[in-house]
């Protein structure tokens, strides 16, 4: 009689009836302690003062939505037996998924290029999505500036708006006390802001980690104070007005003779403005992308992904960290300077309100939420966020909490970033994907 063999199945793990309600009612008790105070009760403008409007239906739609999905948790995730995933999806599936999201990843960049590029001529675009998308393309620039910090030398920087306040405050400045132009202030704003990246980097060549965060930050906050106390110097509180306009080629976008309009025969139109102002920003987060991309594979780039990795052996191969740090602050910095420039132009008016540390949390998120050190990630992490900001404006107050419950689901479910594979710069032989979990940090390389 032959031996059959009989093929192991996984134990079968089944609801602890009893748990699963405990754990509800801790549920409900939590989320009602929570939502109760802050959803079900808002205060109004009323006569002589301010009034007290209660919500409690508001409040019970959210805690019955918190139960429901804690609920649904234990019976598709929490209830499978330990080694398998909530859906179990065949192999072949999984390798036709794995084929198509390659080919979709090789193209992904080209069509994105390609769409920015006819975006302002497309029948839906109006000013509201061109001037959204303007925000959007500034926030890309910041966030692959940071990225040379942040992602590739592994620097944790939260003053990174104060190189963007300085390269804002350069241009208004330059344009208001010596009639310099746009584009003769926007190389000398980058400039700025990167020889303010090396005075920052300086003091904190042996710092590393939180103590290094805490001192970055310090300097943004001391940015922000000095411009808002120089009162004789940057308009204080004020902020500066009247930042003269950028022009296409000496050409005003006006309705005076001589200008864009006139000089090409067309009508005139506010939206040849914001169309070129569009544009310029592309053109700068694009020259933010390409020298990002050759410097990683310039011998200043893989010194920046040793020190990412271990300082102690980067420095034992002989390597400069002193240089290595100061070229990641200063080059960095020169991306924030030229994104502050344009920021400046593109508002007309800045002040010290603009250039707060939520700012600087809201650069490093993106590259965080994009994955550190992908040039991709932080297009689609901006997309989300900056776009995500404006579909939930008409939810009020409710907007921060929605972005705070999407944010710790998505770092739930990809605690490593969006896309938390990198192409190495360089490779032997073959070309192939790393996984972030193959690295010290989860940047991937």
Not at 40 to 62: H, K, N, P, Q
Request: charged content about 15%; aromatic content about 14%; hydrophobic content about 55%.
């Amino acid at each position: 009689m032959a031996d059959t063999e009989s093929t192991p199945s996984r134990p079968a793990r089944h609801l602890d009836f009893s748990k699963v309600v405990k754990d509800l009612i801790v549920t409900t008790l939590i989320a009602t302690a929570v939502f109760g105070s802050t959803i079900a009760f808002r205060t109004v403008s009323a006569a002589g003062g301010l009034g007290l409007e209660v919500r409690y239906d508001i409040a019970f739609y959210v805690i019955a939505a918190v139960v429901i999905g804690r609920l649904l948790l234990w019976i598709f995730v929490w209830s499978k037996p330990p080694g398998t995933s909530a859906v179990e999806m065949p192999v072949s599936i999984k390798s036709g998924l794995a084929k198509v999201s390659a080919k979709v990843g090789k193209g992904f960049g080209p069509t994105m290029l390609l769409f920015a590029l006819v975006f302002p001529f497309l029948p839906f675009t109006d000013r509201y999505l061109l001037d959204l998308s303007i925000l959007i393309l500034t926030y890309v620039m910041l966030g692959w500036g940071l990225n040379i910090v942040v992602g590739l030398a592994g620097l944790l920087d939260l003053g990174y708006v104060a190189f963007y306040a300085i390269g804002a405050y350069s241009y208004a400045l330059l344009a208001q006390y010596f009639g310099f132009s746009f584009w003769m202030c926007l190389p000398l704003a980058g400039i700025l802001a990167a020889f303010w990246g090396i005075i920052l980097g300086f003091p904190v060549l042996r710092l590393r980690g939180d103590y290094l965060a805490i001192v970055t930050l310090a300097f943004g906050e001391i940015i922000r104070i000095v411009l808002l106390n120089w009162y004789q110097f940057t308009g204080g509180p004020d902020g500066l007005s009247g930042i003269p306009r950028p022009s296409f080629f000496g050409l005003p976008f006006n309705r005076s003779e001589g200008g864009f309009a006139d000089f090409f025969g067309l009508d005139y139109s506010s939206i040849h403005r914001i169309m070129f102002l569009y544009f310029l920003i592309l053109a700068l987060a694009l020259l933010t992308n390409f020298v990002t991309n050759r410097l990683r594979r310039l011998p200043i780039g893989r010194a920046w992904e040793a020190l990412r990795e271990d300082e102690i052996a980067c420095r034992s191969l002989g390597l400069n960290t002193t240089s290595v740090k100061l070229t990641a602050f200063a080059i960095g910095a020169m991306f924030a300077g030229f994104a502050g420039s344009f920021f400046a132009t593109r508002q007309g008016f800045i002040s010290p309100e603009s250039f707060t540390f939520i700012e600087s949390a809201l650069i490093l998120a993106i590259v965080v939420l994009g994955g550190m050190g992908s040039q991709t990630g932080v297009v689609i992490a901006s997309i989300a966020m900056i776009g995500g900001f404006e579909i939930f404006r008409e939810a009020e107050q409710f907007r921060m909490l929605i972005f705070g419950l999407a944010m710790v689901i998505i770092m739930i479910w990809r605690p490593r970033g969006l896309i938390s594979t990198r192409i190495p710069s360089i490779f032997l032989k073959e070309k192939k994907k790393v996984s972030a979990d193959m690295v010290a940090q989860g940047e991937g390389h």
